[in-house]
């Protein structure tokens, strides 16, 4: 089935220490990729988007996230968090060009400790 | 920055009781989206509206809802007769258009009693 998956509900890292979040997504064309984060309270915002080109890209708040067509996969990546990057995080995908319709992954809570 | 504005925060409604979400969109999008997030689950589209009509809707979106853009700024959802399962997490986003990405509101917590 399509889908998008985020293989870890929950995350635990000490502040500095580096971050990699997971997303694997099963289309047949390649969708198009974004990563959002809700902090407590707040609504989603967009960390960073991929559509073509380049198959690492950057985004706010120091993150980073790389598409890697062969294992279909997304993956979020921080070299040192910060307590605040605490959050929930979410994988999306457009999975045909010209549709509008984000589909997300379940989710991963990252937990900072101090 | 400009943001998508959704009120009220949070709507207690009676089971059967109509409820209006209001979302203001970025003032230049085109495009505006409902997603809704039940507690512990994902976030699922429900509905797309674009140039006055709705340009796609899920299997959610179904005669109990309705959209409206009644004036050049304010995006509404509208459940006519709420059920319990209905209580979620409920996101307004808009675009502007060609590979812009979504922006979304702090979202609208309904609790159906």
Known sequence: AQSVTQPDIHITVSEGASLELRCNYSYGATPYLFWYVQSPGQGLQLLLKYFSGDTLVQGIKGFEAEFKRSQSSFNLRKPSVHWSDAAEYFCAVIPIQGAQKLVFGQGTRLTINP | ?113
């Open chain 2, 1 to 113: 920055e400009p943001e998508v504005t959704q009120t009220p925060s949070h709507q207690v409604t009676q089971m059967g009781q109509e409820v209006i979400l209001r979302c203001v969109p970025i003032s230049n999008h085109l495009y505006f989206y409902w997603y809704r997030q039940i507690l512990g689950q994902k976030v699922e589209f429900l509905v797309s509206f674009y140039n006055n009509e709705i340009s796609e809707k899920s299997e959610i979106f179904d005669d109990q809802f309705s959209v409206e853009r009644p004036d050049g700024s304010n995006f509404t959802l509208k459940i006519r007769s709420t059920k319990l399962e209905d209580s979620a997490m409920y996101f307004c986003a808009s675009r502007t258009g060609g590979h812009q990405p979504q922006h979304f509101g702090d979202g609208t917590r309904l609790s159906i009693l």
